[in-house]
């Protein structure tokens, strides 16, 4: 079996870029094992995991039992994806097995945890027109889980400008103020949205650079929430600022910072992705019965648990300034006086390196 060491998005752990999700410790002592599969291909990814595992039995204490790796596994898992168009299967995948070695701790084992996984290219990647089927047989023909996605696609980021700035400050009628970025996206056929910000920055020690990066989760649209072709965001001023500062290091031997660059991210799912996060929500009601979504099949009826969905990613990325004339800037040059000068960050000992600030003499540029 091979192993995995480099980072890489999990099925389960994808989920997250929607919503936090909750393990639930499941026995079933006299029950047949459940199958648990959860896959969401992305036709902007190369390598794509199906993760697989099953309810576990016996009478041992639960807790202690999803401590137990091997509890959750079949004994045999053979996995097939095929390629759909119209009607016609244009490619299959036999998906490998392998070990993947950063699993948050938690109720169940960890780190390690094993999935399955099969790889495009950049030349042959999946389609956005095509249907996927997922077959896994299960202990070499007990029984058979199967589910079927049409792909995520057609998300388009129309604002900002891909020429422009980020702008997290005002100067209307000569009063500077924060404001608010608008982050749009065509929202394509997906029924779920979820938009982040990814901003970079280095610190300084002795003037070697280390770069520091946070995410900013802007929000998340769901079901009826998305309405028309497009969907919008706004990233508030004031939180850019007090984000950076609540994610600096604190440590007196930084002698310097700059900001270095900014991505925006949306990330798309289907209907049934949809349906699956807002049913998994937690509840509000006293009522302990709730519905359950899934679009997997066993062949033997005995149920399964999760999905086999699809996804979209597109991004922006803007670094602190492009090195041609005009010398366009990440953020604006409001934002950046904001950052080295302003009642939030001005004494965090950000400046700027922009050509412009330094043929100017700006009092904020780096030493």
């Known amino acids: 079996m091979k192993i995995l060491r480099f980072i890489y998005l999990l099925p389960i752990a994808l989920l997250l870029l929607f919503t936090s999700c909750n393990e639930e410790i499941t026995s079933n002592p006299d029950a047949k094992q459940i199958p648990v599969v959860f896959g969401l291909l992305d036709a902007t990814d190369s390598v794509h995991f199906i993760k697989i595992t099953r309810t576990f039995s016996g009478t041992n204490n639960a807790i202690n039992v999803a401590q137990i790796e091997d509890s959750s596994y079949f004994d045999q898992v053979d996995v097939t994806v095929e390629e759909v168009l119209m009607n016609q299967v244009t490619r299959t995948w036999t998906l490998k097995d392998t070990t993947i070695t950063n699993k948050e701790p938690g109720a169940f084992y960890s780190p390690n945890q094993k999935c399955y996984y099969f790889e495009t290219t950049a030349a042959a990647p999946l389609k956005t027109n095509a249907t996927y089927r997922m077959k896994a047989i299960i202990n070499n023909g007990e029984f058979t889980v199967t589910g079927e996605t049409a ?40 029924k779920i949205m979820d938009a982040r910000l990814t901003v970079y920055f280095d610190e300084y020690f002795n003037g070697n650079p280390v770069e520091k990066s946070f995410v900013w989760k802007l929000g998340e649209l769901n079901g009826d929430d998305i309405q028309g072709t497009s969907s919008t965001f706004l990233a508030n001023g004031k939180n850019f600022f007090e984000l950076i500062k609540s994610n600096v290091t604190n440590d007196p031997t930084i002698n310097k910072r700059q900001f270095t660059k900014i991505t925006l991210t949306f990330t798309g799912g289907t209907d049934d992705l949809s349906k699956y996060i807002l049913i998994n929500k937690p509840s509000n009601s006293l009522a302990q019965n709730k519905p359950t979504f899934t679009n997997l099949i066993s062949s033997d009826g005995r149920g399964a648990i999760g999905l086999f969905s699809s996804r979209f990613k597109v991004s922006q990325t803007k670094i602190k300034w492009q090195n041609f004339p005009p010398y366009t800037r990440g953020i604006d040059k409001n934002s950046v006086i904001e950052l080295c000068t302003g009642p939030i960050t001005g004494n965090l000992l950000f400046c700027s390196d922009h050509p412009t600030d330094i043929a100017n003499g700006e009092s904020f540029v780096c030493q």
């Open 151 to 190: 792909m995520t696609g057609g998300l388009g980021i129309t604002n900002p400008n891909p020429l422009g700035s980020f702008n997290f400050m005002s100067a209307a009628n000569g009063v500077v103020s924060y404001t608010n970025q608008t982050c749009k996206v065509n929202n394509g056929n997906a």
